[in-house]
Protein backbone atom coordinates (compact mmCIF):
# COMPACT_ATOMS: atom_id res chain seq x y z
CA UNK A 1 0.00 0.00 0.00
CA UNK A 2 2.98 2.50 0.62
CA UNK A 3 4.49 1.90 -1.96
CA UNK A 4 1.63 2.51 -4.49
CA UNK A 5 0.59 5.81 -2.75
CA UNK A 6 4.25 7.12 -2.93
CA UNK A 7 4.33 6.11 -6.82
CA UNK A 8 0.56 7.62 -7.14
CA UNK A 9 1.38 10.98 -5.28
CA UNK A 10 4.58 11.35 -8.18
CA UNK A 11 1.55 12.06 -10.50
CA UNK A 12 -0.02 14.61 -8.79
CA UNK A 13 -1.76 15.55 -5.47
CA UNK A 14 -5.00 13.48 -4.79
CA UNK A 15 -7.95 12.57 -2.47
CA UNK A 16 -7.61 9.21 -0.81
CA UNK A 17 -10.83 8.05 -2.30
CA UNK A 18 -9.00 8.82 -5.77
CA UNK A 19 -6.17 7.03 -4.95
CA UNK A 20 -8.01 3.91 -4.45
CA UNK A 21 -9.77 4.27 -7.80
CA UNK A 22 -6.84 5.03 -9.56
CA UNK A 23 -4.90 1.68 -7.78
CA UNK A 24 -8.03 -0.66 -9.03
CA UNK A 25 -7.58 1.18 -12.26
CA UNK A 26 -4.10 0.85 -12.82
CA UNK A 27 -4.52 -2.62 -11.96
CA UNK A 28 -7.26 -3.93 -14.16
CA UNK A 29 -9.35 -4.24 -11.34
CA UNK A 30 -7.45 -7.04 -9.73
CA UNK A 31 -7.00 -4.68 -7.14
CA UNK A 32 -9.19 -2.11 -5.02
CA UNK A 33 -7.89 -1.06 -1.94
CA UNK A 34 -10.09 -0.49 1.52
CA UNK A 35 -10.67 2.79 3.05
CA UNK A 36 -9.44 0.72 6.07
CA UNK A 37 -5.87 -0.18 4.26
CA UNK A 38 -5.56 3.30 2.93
CA UNK A 39 -6.69 6.04 5.29
CA UNK A 40 -4.19 4.55 8.43
CA UNK A 41 -1.34 4.20 5.54
CA UNK A 42 -1.72 8.31 4.77
CA UNK A 43 -1.65 8.86 8.29
CA UNK A 44 1.11 6.80 8.75
CA UNK A 45 3.50 8.81 5.84
CA UNK A 46 1.93 12.35 6.81
CA UNK A 47 3.70 11.32 10.57
CA UNK A 48 6.93 9.98 8.76
CA UNK A 49 6.78 13.31 7.29
CA UNK A 50 6.67 12.30 3.27
CA UNK A 51 3.61 13.88 2.60
CA UNK A 52 1.76 16.56 3.37
CA UNK A 53 -2.38 17.37 3.44
CA UNK A 54 -3.97 20.32 3.12
CA UNK A 55 -8.15 21.01 3.29
CA UNK A 56 -10.03 21.29 -0.22
CA UNK A 57 -13.70 21.31 0.07
CA UNK A 58 -14.43 19.39 2.91
CA UNK A 59 -11.82 16.62 1.88
CA UNK A 60 -8.09 16.23 2.22
CA UNK A 61 -5.70 16.47 -0.55
CA UNK A 62 -2.19 14.65 -0.37
CA UNK A 63 0.88 15.63 -2.04
CA UNK A 64 4.88 14.19 -1.27
CA UNK A 65 7.37 16.21 0.42
CA UNK A 66 10.40 16.49 -0.12
CA UNK A 67 11.59 14.01 1.71
CA UNK A 68 8.28 12.21 -0.03
CA UNK A 69 9.44 12.96 -3.50
CA UNK A 70 13.37 11.10 -2.68
CA UNK A 71 11.68 7.68 -1.10
CA UNK A 72 9.07 7.51 -4.06
CA UNK A 73 11.72 7.55 -6.57
CA UNK A 74 13.56 4.51 -4.99
CA UNK A 75 10.84 2.52 -4.85
CA UNK A 76 8.90 0.74 -7.34
CA UNK A 77 7.19 2.38 -10.34
CA UNK A 78 4.18 0.77 -10.69
CA UNK A 79 3.44 -1.53 -7.74
CA UNK A 80 -0.22 -1.99 -8.62
CA UNK A 81 0.87 -4.25 -11.76
CA UNK A 82 1.82 -7.30 -9.41
CA UNK A 83 -1.30 -7.16 -8.29
CA UNK A 84 -2.70 -8.40 -11.79
CA UNK A 85 -0.33 -10.83 -13.01
CA UNK A 86 -1.47 -14.39 -13.07
CA UNK A 87 -5.07 -13.35 -12.80
CA UNK A 88 -7.50 -15.82 -14.91
CA UNK A 89 -9.99 -12.63 -16.33
CA UNK A 90 -12.40 -14.64 -17.48
CA UNK A 91 -12.74 -17.04 -13.98
CA UNK A 92 -12.73 -13.38 -12.42
CA UNK A 93 -15.18 -12.55 -14.33
CA UNK A 94 -17.69 -15.19 -13.48
CA UNK A 95 -17.27 -15.35 -10.27
CA UNK A 96 -18.36 -11.45 -10.35
CA UNK A 97 -21.15 -12.63 -12.03
CA UNK A 98 -22.18 -15.45 -9.74
CA UNK A 99 -21.50 -12.88 -6.87
CA UNK A 100 -23.73 -10.12 -8.13
CA UNK A 101 -26.73 -12.32 -8.96
CA UNK A 102 -26.82 -13.63 -5.59
CA UNK A 103 -26.60 -10.55 -4.04
CA UNK A 104 -29.83 -8.89 -6.58
CA UNK A 105 -31.58 -12.14 -5.81
CA UNK A 106 -31.13 -11.48 -1.94
CA UNK A 107 -31.92 -8.33 -2.42
CA UNK A 108 -35.26 -8.43 -4.02
CA UNK A 109 -36.47 -11.30 -1.36
CA UNK A 110 -34.82 -8.84 1.07
CA UNK A 111 -37.29 -6.35 -0.87
CA UNK A 112 -40.42 -7.51 -1.34
CA UNK A 113 -40.37 -11.33 1.20
CA UNK A 114 -42.12 -11.40 4.58
CA UNK A 115 -40.67 -11.89 7.75
CA UNK A 116 -40.02 -15.57 7.64
CA UNK A 117 -38.76 -15.02 3.84
CA UNK A 118 -35.96 -13.33 4.95
CA UNK A 119 -34.73 -15.10 7.55
CA UNK A 120 -34.78 -18.56 5.17
CA UNK A 121 -32.75 -15.81 2.77
CA UNK A 122 -30.52 -15.51 6.05
CA UNK A 123 -30.00 -19.27 6.27
CA UNK A 124 -29.06 -19.62 2.93
CA UNK A 125 -26.21 -17.52 2.25
CA UNK A 126 -24.87 -18.42 5.79
CA UNK A 127 -24.55 -21.63 4.82
CA UNK A 128 -23.37 -20.86 1.62
CA UNK A 129 -20.34 -18.79 2.80
CA UNK A 130 -19.83 -22.15 5.13
CA UNK A 131 -20.15 -24.49 1.94
CA UNK A 132 -17.10 -22.20 0.06
CA UNK A 133 -15.26 -22.23 3.03
CA UNK A 134 -15.46 -26.06 3.09
CA UNK A 135 -14.28 -26.24 -0.26
CA UNK A 136 -11.16 -24.67 0.40
CA UNK A 137 -10.82 -27.41 3.40
CA UNK A 138 -11.56 -30.20 0.96
CA UNK A 139 -14.06 -31.57 3.04
CA UNK A 140 -17.96 -32.17 1.06
Do not use: C
Not at 59 to 88: H, Q, Y
Not at 127 to 139: F, M, N, P, V
Amino acid sequence: MRASILALLKDRPMHGYEMIQEIAERSGGAWKPSPGSVYPTLQLLEDEGLIASESEGGKKLFALTEAGRSAAEEGPEAPWEDASKGVDWEALNDIRQAGFGLMEAFGQVWKTGSKEQREKALAVIGDARKKLYLILADED
